[in-house]
Structure formats: structure tokens, C-alpha cells
């Protein structure tokens, strides 16, 4: 059993940055940031694999960069250039072999226009 404590988010005006952060309490193989905007299903964001190549949502290129450090067992969404539309509450999951998928407790993040 692997627990994820997400921290990071919050109020920021549009244009603004942001950097979300998932605390594992184990090491873990690939991580991936999700969003759900109210009333919205949960859409993917980014993932890191354990070699470290990443991959994003084509809303996000170019503003959101995702990252780890295998030695805190953390994952990082640094998001810049934020619009309303970014606006959700964000969910980390991480996959652990031989165990299974973890999601993390969601943080809000909301940025007004």
C-alpha cells in the first residue's frame, strides 16, 4: 500500500504559475497527473516514466512540465502561463509493480480571469 500526499495548490490570477507536489510514502514506476473541472470527467495531464521521459495533454504543451525525484519519491506539475479553463481540482496516481494504482487525495487549484 503506497500513500500519495499532494500539496501546491491554490488562488492565482490568470498568467500565473503554480507547482503541485505528490509525496509518496514508497518508490514508485510511473507517475501521472489528472484534472476534473466541475461537472467534468477526470482527463489526463502528464506522466513521467521511471527512465524519465514524460508526455502531456496537448492543453497543457508548452505551459506544464512534470517531474520527479526518485530520492523523495515526489512527482512535481509545474504549471505557468495558467488560464481560467485550467481551473480543477488535480489528482496524482502513481502505478507501483507488483502492487497496483494509487491516486492521491486532489488539490484545488483555481485561477481567476
Known amino acids: 500500500q503506497v500513500q500519495l500526499v499532494e500539496s501546491g495548490g491554490g488562488l492565482v490570477q490568470a498568467g500565473g504559475s503554480l507547482r503541485l507536489s505528490c509525496a509518496a510514502s514508497g518508490s514508485f514506476f510511473s507517475a501521472r497527473w489528472y484534472r476534473q473541472a466541475t461537472g467534468k470527467q477526470r482527463d489526463f495531464v502528464a506522466v513521467?516514466?521511471?527512465?524519465?521521459?514524460?508526455n502531456y495533454a496537448d492543453f497543457v504543451k508548452g505551459r506544464f512540465t512534470i517531474s520527479r525525484d526518485n530520492a523523495k519519491n515526489t512527482v512535481y506539475l509545474q504549471m505557468n502561463s495558467l488560464k481560467p479553463e485550467d481551473t480543477a481540482v488535480y489528482y496524482c496516481?502513481?502505478?507501483?509493480?507488483?502492487?497496483?494504482?494509487?491516486w492521491g487525495q486532489g488539490t484545488q487549484v483555481t485561477v481567476s480571469s
Open positions: 513521467v516514466t521511471t527512465s524519465g521521459t514524460t
Open positions: 496516481n502513481v502505478v507501483v509493480l507488483n502492487s497496483g494504482t494509487y
